[in-house]
């Protein structure tokens, strides 16, 4: 799998961003998708997570209410939509295939206070 994270960057609290995942070189209509993120010093974690069709959503209580994972089947992309953002949502955020071991780059999130 080939996983390209990009939407990151710096917002002040309450602000928004939508992270985008461009995957390629798998059946990507075929897997769950996940979000995770890991903030300096902390284990990574599981923020949100997609059926293979995109019906069904599971999310972090951290995430609910916030954060809305999404996908697009036809164009192989995972999106994450973060509304309300908190400066405890800074981190470096990844998406896989949930259950697997292979990470794309990531992208920086920071939220300002």
């Known amino acids: 799998a080939h996983l390209v994270e990009s939407g990151g960057g710096m917002v002040k609290s309450g602000g928004s961003l939508r992270l985008s995942c461009a995957a390629s070189?798998?059946?990507?209509?075929?897997?769950?998708m996940a979000w995770h993120r890991q903030a300096p010093g902390k284990e990574r974690e599981l923020v949100a997570v997609?059926?293979?069709?995109?019906?069904?959503?599971n999310y972090a209580d951290s995430a609910k209410g916030r954060f809305t994972i999404s996908r697009d089947n036809v164009k192989n992309v995972l999106y994450l939509q973060m509304n309300s953002l908190k400066p405890e949502d800074t981190a470096t955020y990844y998406c896989?295939?949930?259950?697997?071991?292979?990470w794309g780059q990531g992208t920086q999130v920071t939220v300002l206070s």
């Open positions: 896989n295939v949930l259950g697997d071991e292979s």
């Open positions: 070189g798998f059946a990507f209509s075929s897997y769950e």
């Open positions: 997609i059926s293979s069709a995109g019906g069904s959503t």
